[in-house]
């Protein structure tokens, strides 16, 4: 037990002595301090001193609640863009050198030497390396907590689950970091091969995205192109004569074609299906940053408190010049279903054990290498 | 007779012959060509200054890392503190300063110290105290709360000694601790050691200094290509080097070549005569001789090899051969430029 703390107070030690450390914690505060000059009233919102008039986004008409406008800038812009992303390059900056500078001769020599297994030594060195996300993000969703709180008049704890949600999600960047860390022993290729990492994760996670988009997109140009050939047939039943080519050929070619292209949108989702099955494959070894992030999204705010979120679904057309109109609002729910509806057993599952596999291997590197 | 045995066993830590160290049969070998040790033995005795010698790449640093479970054997077996050398177990008894350390500059002395004592299990009060003392023993009392990176190279040492010292170690093990050190605090470390030997720690040093250690060491080993090529107490290792010298004035006397192993050898006008003895008495008839013949002795002395000579006996081969520095290098198949 003396052990593990001394490593973390000397984890501290390491933070505390590197100055981006405290500058990402003071950029963490100014971005809840602006949260808090931003306003939103029954015309628009207002930023300081500034009122703007947003139609779409204020109390009044737009529909928005004082609550929902602040969790929403804290889940999208705080964690998101902020965390997820801006703080998440720090925290890689700050952390690369722990396990390079821990496997550097001279000092590895001294801790090797003392009684503690190297297994521990590694899992307790990884866990440490954490610190730097732990309390940049405690600080961070503390902060709005209190904004959310008085600004928004709602005390929503619901937001803590920020917490653990951001620290997995850097866990995955970390342990591949510490991994190539303890392989490489350099700062620089740690650091590099990792964000070149999360570049292709980041790449997977958007093709895997755009796929299903047009998958979606495919099953309502199916469902209007069924639509529009039931029509065609319907029309062609209540004539007298549907054989007489000469009156009723235009329809006979029009139902063909439309066959066709139903056929063709149906073999295309075949296609499409396969790809994305492909991709989720991949999806599923690799650890999901993208989706750990938005299942605070997912856990804090329903969909259904969503300003313009509760049309009736509608079905998408073809227009009687035969073009395909595509119901976007209906798009945009079913993604978000879609998305939402994965499990985030899956989500946290698979990601964890890319993670464990990882640091395993790294362990084992660790374990048996000499220095 | 079963009390008896665990009795023994606490009151025994060490194997039974008394050796705090005691390995046998050590090989390493890096990258699959290296051969840093080739089936080295050796015996360090509770309560003594051993002091490791080698030329530059013989090994010393990698069997002391081999005993501080940094570095993986090939093949070892013997004991470590009475526990197999890998074991964890000893090393909370066992005090280390590796050579080239590299503490975190952003730590200061105490926390250094207080770092290494939390890891061997001190308690925080036993660590605090310790650290104090152990300062206050180097020199370095006024720096406690410096960070390291304003320290010297000396400095450095200093406070890497005091950090193998925190637990109170029964075996200290010592890369060349005077590396980097001005002359009085090489004295200073000297004493450290002398006290601390006193105080019943065993201590392992490596160096190159072979007049240092000839001032601390009880007991030496020599290290030449990954193997020990001697091993035993100055006194011991030169005990057959030491000789006798005779001068006199006047030609060399042809009667010399007559005495088993006795040389003569002529200087301007003086004669040198070296006896390869280390008794007064043997020599007295020869005195006497070159007495009766009238000669004047200029001087008679007992010569003693220096330890360089001795080192220098053991770097060099049957052939002749000085020892190339490093470890021996198996050749990669296909390089070289005798192939056939
Ligand atoms: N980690 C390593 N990887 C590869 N080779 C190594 C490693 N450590 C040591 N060696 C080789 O093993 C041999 C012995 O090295 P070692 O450091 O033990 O020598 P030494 O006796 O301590 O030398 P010095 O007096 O210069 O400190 C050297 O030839 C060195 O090149
Ligand atoms: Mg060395």
């Not at chain 1, 933070?15 to 971005?31: E, M, Q, Y």
């Not at chain 2, 530059?56 to 640093?61: C, D, F, V, Y």
């Not at chain 2, 007295?284 to 000669?295: A, M, S, T």
Request: one cysteine or more; proline letters at 4%.
């Amino acid at each position: 037990m003396s052990q593990t703390i001394a490593l973390l107070i000397d984890a501290y030690r390491l933070l505390n002595a590197r100055k981006i450390f405290w500058i990402t914690l003071v950029l963490s505060l100014l971005v809840v301090s602006s949260f808090a000059l931003v306003g939103i009233h029954d015309h628009g919102i207002s930023i300081a001193w500034w009122d703007l008039e947003i139609p779409e986004l204020n109390t009044g008409s737009g529909g928005w609640s004082k609550e929902l406008f602040y969790k929403i800038m804290f889940t999208e812009l705080g964690i998101k863009i902020w965390l997820a992303w801006v703080a998440t390059i720090l925290g890689l900056i700050t952390t690369a050198s722990i396990f390079p500078e821990f496997v550097t001769a001279g000092s590895i020599d001294i801790i090797l030497s003392k009684p503690i297994g190297r297994f521990r030594l590694f899992f307790t060195k990884y866990l440490t390396g954490l610190l730097f996300v732990i309390l940049q993000v405690s600080v961070f969703t503390g902060a709005s907590f209190i904004v959310i709180g008085i600004r928004g008049g709602v005390w929503e704890p619901g937001i803590f689950i920020a917490i653990p949600l951001v620290v997995l999600f850097f866990s995955y960047l970390f342990s591949v970091c510490a991994v190539l860390g303890v392989i490489t022993r350099s700062t620089i290729a740690s650091l590099l091969l990792t964000i070149l990492f999360w570049f292709i994760i980041f790449i997977v996670q958007s093709a895997e995205r755009s796929l299903l988009f047009f998958e979606m997109m495919n099953e309502q140009r199916v469902m209007a192109y069924e639509d529009a050939v039931d029509r065609t047939r319907q029309r062609l039943d209540k004539v007298e004569d549907p054989d007489d080519m000469e009156r009723w050929g235009f329809l006979h070619e029009t139902l063909d074609k439309r066959k066709a292209i139903l056929e063709e949108s149906e073999s295309t989702a075949g296609n499409l299906d396969t790809w994305h099955d492909g991709l989720m494959f991949v999806m599923t070894v690799l650890p999901k940053t993208g989706e750990t992030i938005e299942l605070l999204q997912r856990w804090t705010i329903d969909l259904a408190e969503l300003p313009g979120s509760t049309d009736e679904p509608s079905r998408p057309i073809i227009d009687d010049d035969d073009h395909f109109r595509l119901d976007e609002d209906r798009l945009g729910q079913d993604m978000q279903t879609a998305l939402r509806n994965r499990s985030p057993w899956w989500i946290l599952g698979t990601s964890f054990i890319f993670e464990l596999v990882v640091l395993c291997f790294g362990a084992w590197r660790f374990n048996r290498r000499d220095f | 007779m079963h009390r008896l045995l665990s009795f023994a066993s606490l009151y025994s830590p060490m194997s039974t012959n008394g050796n705090v160290i005691d390995v046998h049969d050590v090989h390493k070998t890096f990258k699959k060509r290296i051969k840093a040790l080739q089936g080295v033995d050796l015996q360090v005795g509770a309560g003594e200054i051993f002091g490791l010698l080698g030329p530059n790449g013989a090994g010393k640093s990698t069997l002391v890392k081999i005993l501080m479970t940094v570095v993986r054997p090939d093949r070892i077996s013997g004991t470590f503190l009475g526990n197999s050398v890998g074991s964890k177990q000893p090393l909370a008894r066992v005090g280390y300063l590796p050579e080239h350390h590299n503490f975190p500059g952003y730590l200061t002395g105490l926390q250094v110290i207080e770092f290494s004592g939390a890891m061997c299990r001190l308690t925080k009060r036993e660590r605090r105290t310790n650290a104090r003392r152990l300062l206050d023993r180097v020199g370095m009392t006024r720096w406690g709360s410096s960070r390291l990176n304003s320290y010297s190279k000396g400095m450095l040492q200093r406070v890497g000694l005091a950090q193998a010292l925190v637990n109170d170690p029964k075996v200290v093990l010592l890369d060349e601790p005077t590396d980097g050190v001005d002359p009085v605090g090489r004295r200073e470390i000297r004493d450290l050691l002398l006290e601390l030997r006193d105080e019943g720690h065993t201590i392992f040093l490596n160096s190159h200094l072979l007049s240092e250690l000839e001032m601390v060491c009880d007991r030496v080993a020599i290290m030449v290509q990954g193997r020990v090529s001697m091993q035993g107490t100055i006194e011991e290792l030169t005990r057959d080097s030491r000789r006798h010298e005779v001068r006199c004035i006047g030609p060399c006397p042809d009667w010399i070549t007559a005495l088993p192993d006795a040389t003569a050898e002529c200087l301007e006008d003086e004669c040198r005569i070296s006896i390869p003895t280390d008794d007064v008495e043997a020599i007295q008839p020869i005195i006497d001789r070159l007495r009766k013949e009238g000669r004047s002795i200029t001087r008679v002395h007992a010569v003693r090899e220096s330890p360089e000579d001795l080192f220098m006996r053991a770097v060099v081969d049957e052939s002749g051969t000085i020892a190339a520095p490093g470890a021996e290098i198996k050749p990669r198949r296909g390089s070289g430029g005798d192939a056939p």
